[in-house]
């Protein structure tokens, strides 16, 4: 009888526990003030707990029939080949999984555990990956190993935490590219709302990286240090929100996706991510976005029938930057013709601010073709210049009057928000570098968690 021998010995650990405390309570006010006493309340019963779900996971564990073998999925079969216990971090404490089968297939090689359910993405359970992970994603990872044992959750390194949260988000994507394979099957993908309008809206936002060669393991969040000579550029990060919107025109529930993918790779998915917010169904659809074409075409090519409509926020990014070309820090004259186009703009009358921009351009001469795409970037003449095109090209998305009276979404906050929500907020603190995967994985934790779906972290198992 194993199982009655563990049983009295969990339970005289219990008395041993409530003797431990007893005695504290007559050392408080000496030994103990009232922090330090629950704390060490909080680590005696952690204690009993840990060893509690210990006991109890192996009896159930020793109760099973293990079986002798299984079916491989190369067709042919996994054979039991012994026990490997193997030790997990938990949020009580740590413990050994020591009912720990392993089989494997002579014909592939596959190896596959058996009783190893309570196990997360790596040596921690579920719910201390959850934690950690929750920690991971909002900030530095050095402040969220400072929160963790601060609060008596877990001691760790920074550097574990980083792996904690890139694997998770390595898992996420693994089971996002399996449900983009699939989406071609409605069925396969349903709806998660049937809203009456939806709002689809990209952009991109740069990110600092650096060379994934220069990734050194441990160091503190890729920081890069001021004397050292790391390759490090700025890359595109794509980012999606979809959100519904109502009658009135009110925004609901905002999803997000962030990738550094290309265009066609992230294309599968805003059309998943479509599909999942029930774009079939959708009285309304709106499709918003800044000038680049590779936007307008990919919205013309997965929502033909969708209104295509430049945001607001981009398009007054665009009378600043001309107003800033013609103005610099001049901020009266600045402020005092940037709200005149903000007044034409909003009556729809886009011909009034070609006009104006036609005007500066001509005032500060016609562009010098030697320059560089970098210098073009930066040249007032040359903002100017361009800027006649954008506001051409897209002027039949801005016809803002109609899309008011419609109470069609203008993406005046919406749009802004996803770059500074699921990128800038976390990603782009001073100094901070990623590599593509690191920032990958943890833009996909990122977005898992604001799209209100963190509780299906575990739902379903993807061999990563
Ligand atoms: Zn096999």
Redesign the pocket.
């Known amino acids: 009888m194993k199982s009655a021998k563990a049983i009295l010995d969990l339970m005289s650990f219990f008395v041993q526990v409530v003797k431990n405390v007893v005695q504290a309570m007559d050392g408080f006010g000496t030994v103990y003030d009232a922090r330090s006493l629950e704390a060490y309340i909080e680590t005696q019963t952690k204690a009993l707990g840990v060893l509690m779900f210990e006991t109890c996971w192996r009896i159930r564990m020793q109760d099973r029939p293990v079986p002798v073998s299984r079916p491989?999925?190369?067709?042919?079969?996994?054979h039991h080949k012994g026990v490997r216990p193997r030790e997990m971090r938990t949020v009580l404490g740590q413990m050994t999984l020591d009912e720990r089968h392993y089989f494997q297939?002579d014909?592939?090689?596959?190896v596959e555990y058996w009783g190893d359910e309570l196990r997360g993405a790596s040596d921690f359970s579920q719910l201390a990956e959850d934690r950690i992970a929750f920690m991971g994603k909002d900030g530095a990872f050095d402040d969220a190993a400072k929160a963790l044992k601060h609060l008596g959750l877990i001691e760790l390194a920074s550097s574990t935490i980083r792996a904690v949260c890139e694997r998770l988000g390595e898992r996420l994507r693994a089971r996002t590219d399996h449900q983009a394979a699939q989406q071609h099957c409605p069925e396969n993908v349903p709806a998660e709302e049937k809203p009456v309008g939806l709002g689809i809206s990209v952009d991109g936002v740069m990110l600092g990286r650096i060379d994934p060669q220069h990734r050194r393991r441990g160091s503190k969040e890729h920081k890069v240090p001021g004397k050292t000579a790391l390759k490090h550029f700025f890359h595109e990060v794509k980012t999606l929100v979809i959100f519904e919107f109502n009658r009135r025109g009110e925004t609901l529930r905002k999803t997000y996706q962030a990738t550094q993918e290309r265009v066609e790779d992230f294309r599968e998915k805003v059309a998943l991510e479509a599909q999942k917010r029930g774009v079939q169904t959708a009285q309304l659809l709106v499709f918003l976005g800044d000038g680049a074409p590779w936007v307008w075409k990919t919205a013309s090519e997965l929502f033909p029938k969708a209104i295509q409509i430049l945001d607001w926020y981009h398009a007054m990014e665009h009378v600043w930057a001309v107003g800033r070309a013609k103005f610099g820090t001049r901020e009266k004259e600045l402020w005092a013709w940037v709200k005149v186009r903000e007044t034409e703009l909003w009556d729809g009358n886009v011909k009034a601010v070609i006009a104006a921009v036609k005007v500066i351009s001509a005032e500060l001469g016609a562009p010098d073709q030697t320059l560089s795409e970098t210098a073009r970037a930066v040249d007032r003449a040359w903002i100017a210049y361009r800027n006649i095109g954008y506001f051409e090209d897209n002027c039949q998305r801005m016809n803002y009057p109609e899309y008011r009276a419609k109470n069609l979404p203008i993406g005046s906050g919406v749009v802004e928000s996803a770059c500074k929500h699921v990128v800038a907020s976390r990603m782009k603190h001073a100094g901070m570098r990623w590599d593509e995967t690191g920032a990958e994985n943890i833009l996909a934790l990122r977005c898992h968690y604001l799209n209100g779906r963190w509780d299906s972290l575990w739902e379903q198992k993807v061999a990563v």
């Open positions: 491989c999925a190369c067709g042919y079969t996994l297939c014909h592939c090689g596959t």
